[in-house]
């Protein structure tokens, strides 16, 4: 009789799961993260050309910050759908904060000090330009922290976003350590919590305010399409097409009766990314063509694209207001422009850096394979 190599049960459970099962993988949700962060580029696009030509005034139908919405439910979806079956597992809380960190923190730093450059080289053509150690230090630390204007913005600016996900996912670390039902009654109480205290805080509570910004409660909405999306049933064509529909529609109604003004962004963002999230989710399988399968490979350098877009918008902008192009053709070029930046970072950085990272920061340690 054969004896089973002395291996700790805790240690194989957790090879089988980071080194044979591969990652779950939705080609819906690739594709439509690439869509979230285009409409994110489109806006700061449009921006980076008004900022340079008086004559152009960018288009909004609806709030194109509504990627960020839809990236947030995103979030909220794929930790949940991912982590379910892991609460109360030994280390796990580690694991998954450490895991996340190295797939969010090293592309994001890099881009950070890439502002920091541009600030420095470029002077009063980047419009964050002051300089403030305590809160460069904030930026690379996902600490929200005003500028010198007195806006709570990281030195990359749209890295407030990132701020709002290291949150989400801290407290997310914390309730894995406990049974799922508690695990998620907690989470759903603190978010709760902080929405409330937020809403009633004065505004010298800035820090208050902005972690308690209803936009928090975006991640929990994901939470719940994630149990809908475990259940077997789906939604025909026809009812996903009623949902997008009817998500595209909210949004363009609450950005032009201005309601954003007076209601929080979880109704005015959250509903709209709900529903236009739960349309692609729900619905029926992206089909197995190649524009599908290139549009979900785009998902993939999302992250990537909504880092480096402003690099690539503002330099465009630049360069074609200059040599006097026409708008709708540095508008273009800038979008495709920030495509290609993005592809060619995640590629050629933030894959394979982020592969050797988490193989590295995997490795078992001594006490692992000893059994202690």
Known sequence: ?????????????????????????????????????????????????????????????????????????????????????????????????????????????????????????????????????????????????????????????????LNYEMLFYLLFAVVLSMSRKTGLMVLVGAFSALMVAAALAPPSMWLLRFWGNSIIGEFLLGILLAMIFMRPARLAFFTSLALMVAGVTSAVCFYQTESYIYLPRLLTGGIPALLITSAIILGPNAPASAPCKWLARAGDASYALYLTHPFATTLVAIVGIKLGLPTILVFVTGIICSIVVAATVYVLFEKPFTKQAIGFFSKPTMKETAGA
């Open 1 to 161: 009789m054969h004896q089973k190599p002395s291996l700790n049960r805790q240690f194989q459970f957790r090879l089988k799961r980071h080194i044979i099962m591969p990652p779950k993988y939705i080609a819906n949700i690739q594709i439509l993260r690439f869509f979230a962060a285009l409409l994110v580029t489109f806006a700061h696009m449009g921006v980076a050309i008004e900022d340079r030509d008086a004559g152009f005034r960018m288009i909004y139908p609806l709030d194109w910050g509504l990627g960020v919405d839809i990236f947030f439910v995103i979030s909220g979806f794929i930790m949940y759908y991912l982590m379910n079956n892991r609460f109360q597992e030994p280390g796990v809380s580690r694991d998954f904060l450490k895991r996340r960190v190295l797939r969010i923190a090293p592309l994001y730093w890099l881009c950070t000090t890439l502002m920091l450059a541009s600030i420095v080289a470029a002077g009063t053509l980047v419009n964050n330009n002051a300089i403030d150690l305590r809160h460069i230090a904030a930026s690379y630390l996902f600490l929200p922290w005003q500028r010198t204007d007195g806006q709570t913005f990281p030195v990359l600016s749209l890295g407030w976003t």
